[in-house]
Structures are given as C-alpha cells and as structure tokens.
C-alpha cells in the first residue's frame, strides 16, 4: 500500500484529512449545483419529487465523478435542501 504523508503524518490514500477536505468540498459543490437542477427537472417528471430524484442519481452516478456512496449522499443532501419526501428505494444503486 502507498501511504500518502501530510503534516508528518502517514495516511491510507484517500484518508489524510485534505484528501477528505477536498473530498467533501467537491460533494459540497455539487449538492449546490444538484439543487436548481432538480428544481428545473421537476416539471420533466410531472412534479414527481421521487423520480426526479432517480432521475437525478442515475445521471450522477453515470459521471463517475465521485463513488457511489458520494453520490447517494449528495443526492440526500440535496432532497434535505429541497425539503423532499422520498422513499428509501430511491437510494438503491
């Protein structure tokens, strides 16, 4: 295993406390960026908050910008923000 070093300190790689900034930063930026659009894309699904937000992770999950686990929280993140009520099968990847 390749260790990264940061501050004196050795971590597993994606574990040092900026890799986990920069990490979160990047999931941040995207709640931010996901919440206009599954505004915008509620009118495509008939005002259907669930599919939208299907809808909306599946496009995610298919940029491979961030792993799976990120995604469903940004997603969850964003229906918090939007005040959604969504089923737990809306999470299934």
């Known amino acids: ?5 940061e501050g004196g300190k050795f971590y597993a790689p994606g574990t040092s406390p ?3 900034m920069a990490a979160f930063q ?3 930026d995207l709640v931010s960026q996901m919440v206009p659009y599954c505004q915008r894309k509620l009118a495509t ?7 939208t937000v299907k809808a909306a992770l599946k496009g995610l999950l298919a940029k491979r910008w961030c792993t799976d686990a990120q995604c469903v929280w ?3 993140r964003v229906v918090d923000e939007l005040q ?3 089923s737990d099968s809306a999470w299934a990847t």
Do not use: F, K, P, S
């Open 74 to 76: 940004i997603m969850r």
């Open 1 to 5: 295993m390749n260790l990264v070093e």
């Open 45 to 51: 699904y008939e005002g259907n908050q669930e599919a």
């Open 84 to 86: 959604w009520t969504v």
């Open 18 to 20: 900026g890799e986990v």
């Open 26 to 28: 990047m999931c941040d």
